[in-house]
Each structure stands twice: as C-alpha cells, then as structure tokens.
C-alpha cells in the first residue's frame, strides 16, 4: 500500500541550484495577538477564519509550534531552512494578514509589518527577500504602501490574502492596486485565504474549509474573477502568483477557455464582456505558479510542461506544511536540468530581481 503514496527520497546534498522557496508565511508578534483577542472576544464574524485560526492561537503542541515558527525571522526559520536544504526565503505575511481588519487598522497595521519584516530581512539579506502587505479595501493608501515597501523597503512585490471581509478586487474601484504593481513591475502573490464567508458553509462541516481544499476553491474563484473582469487587457504587463501549483486552475485550461470565449461571445450576460485576449493567454502570459504544499512531481511537472519551464516556481508553504523531506521528491524529478534550476532558482532571482 506504501508505493502507493509519494515517497521522499533524499535530496541532492549537492544540487547544481540554490533552492528558493517562495511562498514562507511570517507574522508579527502583534498581529498574531490580535488574532488570538478577536476569538476569544468571539469579534470575528467569519467562519473560515475561526475555525482555522482557533486552533492555530491555541495552546495544543502543533499550534505552539506553528505560532513560534510563523514569527520567527531568526534561529528558528534559519534552522529549519537549513534542515530543509533551502537557500533563501521570499517571505510573505500569514493569511489573512491584514485583511481580517477594516481599511484604516489594515493599513496602520500592514505599514508596521512591512517595517517589522523590513527589519528583519536586513539582519539576512543572504537568506530572506520578503512582499509587501497592504489593505486591499484602502483604495487611498493600499497602492501607497505597496509603492513604499517596494521603493522605500526593498520588497519585491506585494502580498494579497484571498479575499478581504468577503471582497474580491474585481470590481475597478480596486485596481489602483494592481496599476501600481504594473508600474513598479512588481508581481502580486494572491495567497489564499479561508474561503469568504459567502462561501464557507458547505465546507465547514467536513472541515474542508482550509488548505485541504476551500483554500484552492476562493483563491482560483479570485484569480479567474480578476482574469475575466479584464485586468489583463487594462494591465497587460500584470504577473500575479498563485501557488500550490495554480490551485488546480491548470489543470482547468482548456475547458475555462473554451466555456470562456462561449459565454463572452453570446453575450448572454451582462457582466462577462468578449476580452482582447482569451483566458487561456492570460494563464499563461500574466500568472507564475508555485508548488507550494505539494511535494509530487506530477502536478509540478503539468504546470512546467503546458504552462512553462520559466513560469513555475519552488515554495514550502512553511510554517504551514514544514516537511523537511519533501525537497528531496523535488530534486528527483525527471525533468531537464535547467527546467529543474528555472524552477528552483532562476524564474524565483527574475521574477523577484533577486541578486548574489
Ligand atoms: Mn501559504
């Protein structure tokens, strides 16, 4: 029965590649207080939110782990990146970030982390690159304090939790965001979150509301609501990421294209207008994708082989899904070797201008 399951073979104690991880969850000491405030005030009226996080602010050995790790830019992360035979972490803010607070706390909140995690990365610079956090609904300083963390700290693009309080950024009132991320030529990471509360329900009582499966179902739902709402044909130069390998939407490519251009093309609803290019094109050309939480060759290698070698990227997902074997699968994968060091290190160093 063991064959069945994907096994880890050691990894190369010598790769022809440093391994760059890039989706490696950080939060400050305050906000993961604010969490753990909001749930025992019973404040947060957001299912997937609680029930994930009631657990991750709780006091059972997993989560207190979990809570050292996730704010750890020290001795900790470093081991276990050593342990784990990663070179550098791009560091991004815990979902929801900032986002589980209104416009103003999020943004008084996202300047703070930025200049926490700023701090952090400069005792490292060998070892960490980090992503701006923002609020997404501060339409007035979101796209500010993106342009700050890029210019003024050194990020190397932005971080976008999944959906804010049940909001995706479709809607145009939002996309200064995403004009200065064009503008900066940064890409934006959407990271997922749990899913909205619109959505969450049916997945609650299965538990399938986080990264088993509801964390893929908002983030993909996000991802093609920006694409079909025509970001792209305003922003063509726009790169989003999406991690563990695209949630699914990859895999989806042909049948989103096709029901896609059917659905555009008769017009038969009101907000799903013909776009200049098909959703097919804007998958490939304005997404990189991550492995993030998966340690299978598989799925890494549909997305090498249709999306393409210079668009896939390695990532951990620590604290999340710390398995230290797991690289080891990576590095065996029967791919070409100079897809294996795009995928490791060389989309990861242009993608995030990431030098030495
Ligand atoms: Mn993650």
Redesign the pocket.
């Known amino acids: 029965m063991s064959e069945r399951y994907p096994a880890f073979p050691p990894r190369n104690p010598n790769p022809p590649y440093k391994r760059i991880a890039t ?1 490696e ?1 950080w939060l400050p000491t305050n906000i993961l207080d604010l969490y753990r405030k909001e749930i025992a005030e019973k404040n947060i009226n957001d299912a997937g939110f609680n029930a994930l996080w009631t657990f991750f602010v709780g006091d059972s050995e997993l989560a207190r782990g979990h809570q050292r790790r996730i704010q750890s830019l020290g001795e900790e992360r470093l081991s276990d990146m050593d342990a784990s035979g990663i070179d550098m972490a791009v560091l991004s803010l ?2 929801p970030g900032v986002q589980l607070f209104d416009a103003a706390t999020a943004t008084a909140l996202a300047r703070d982390a930025n200049d926490q995690m700023a701090e952090g990365i400069a005792k490292h610079p060998d070892r960490y690159v980090g992503l701006a956090a923002f609020s997404p609904l501060d339409t007035e300083n979101g796209p500010k304090e993106l342009e700050r963390g890029v210019t003024k700290l050194g990020m190397r693009g932005g971080i976008l939790n999944g959906h804010t309080l049940g909001t995706y950024l479709d809607d145009e009132k939002y996309w200064g965001l995403f004009e200065a991320a064009e503008a900066l030529d940064v890409p934006i990471y959407l ?2 979150n749990t899913p909205s509360p619109q959505m969450v329900e049916p997945f609650l009582p299965r538990a399938l509301d986080a990264a088993v499966y509801g964390f893929a179902c908002d983030t993909g739902l996000h991802a093609l609501r920006l694409t079909v709402a025509g970001i792209f044909d305003r922003f063509p130069k726009l790169q989003i990421i999406l ?1 563990h390998c695209g949630e699914a939407l990859p895999y989806w490519l042909y049948r989103i294209d096709f029901m896609h251009s059917r659905i555009a093309a008769t017009g038969r609803h009101p907000n799903v207008k013909p776009l200049k290019r098909r959703a097919w094109d804007y998958l490939i050309d304005n997404f990189y994708y991550t492995s ?2 998966v340690g299978w060759e598989p799925p890494i290698k549909f997305v090498i082989d249709n999306i393409g070698t210079d668009r896939m990227m390695y ?1 951990m ?1 620590y604290p ?1 899904q710390f398995v230290k074997e797991e690289v080891g699968a990576l590095d065996a994968m029967d791919i070409p070797d100079t897809a294996k060091k795009a995928f490791f290190e060389d989309n990861a160093r242009k993608l995030f201008k990431i030098n030495g």
């Open positions: 989706e969850a815990g979902s990271h997922p991690g993030s939480g990532a997902d999340w």
